[in-house]
Structures are given as structure tokens and as C-alpha cells.
């Protein structure tokens, strides 16, 4: 299995409405990838130094889901949004071994 990591900032200008409906657009993705295996998404709680705006964890069979999936339309649309307001974006894809 293939875990991709991705955690966010955005502009101060990134209203809490407009992000909880950029939400809603990445928890419906399952249902329209058929390759993602399930997504975790939230805003940070703690507000640290170190912390960033959000995270989302998304699970894959393999490398080949994870491609469909970054060229699949609806991920597109997120895409489209979180752009122009993004300050920062990190991502890690690493392999869990023996996952069911």
C-alpha cells in the first residue's frame, strides 16, 4: 500500500467557509477515485509553531493508483481551488509493507 501525505498552508485570505467546502470536495473524492483507497482530511488542532493549516492522508493499492488519481478530473477541481491560495504545500509518499 501506498500512503500519500500531503499538509498544507494557505493565505490568510482562504475564508473558513471556502475551506470547509474545499474539504467536502476532498472527503467525496473515494467515492469518485476508484484507485483511492480511503482520505483522512482536517485542519490542524494545536496551532504550533510548527504546525501547518491541514493535512490529508490518502491510501492506494500502488504507484499506479496514486497516478490515476492525481489525473483523475475530480482531483483536478481541488486542485483548481487550493492553488491560488496555497502558501505551502509538503507531501510524502512512502509504501506500508504488509498492509491489508
Known amino acids: ?3 500519500h501525505v500531503a499538509v498544507f498552508r494557505f493565505v490568510p485570505e482562504f475564508a473558513p467557509a471556502e475551506r470547509e467546502r474545499w474539504m467536502s470536495l476532498l472527503r467525496a473524492l473515494p ?6 483507497r480511503s482520505m483522512s482530511v482536517g485542519p490542524d488542532v494545536l ?3 510548527a504546525s501547518h493549516d ?3 492522508v490518502a491510501d492506494f493499492d500502488d504507484l499506479d493508483g496514486l497516478a490515476a488519481y492525481t489525473r483523475h478530473p475530480a482531483h483536478a477541481e481541488v486542485l483548481r481551488i487550493s492553488a491560488p491560495v496555497k502558501l505551502s504545500l509538503a507531501t510524502v509518499d512512502f509504501e506500508i509493507p504488509d498492509a491489508p
Open 31 to 36: 467515492e469518485q477515485v476508484p484507485e483511492l
Open 54 to 56: 491541514l493535512a490529508i
Open 1 to 3: 500500500m501506498i500512503r
Open 47 to 49: 496551532g504550533g509553531p
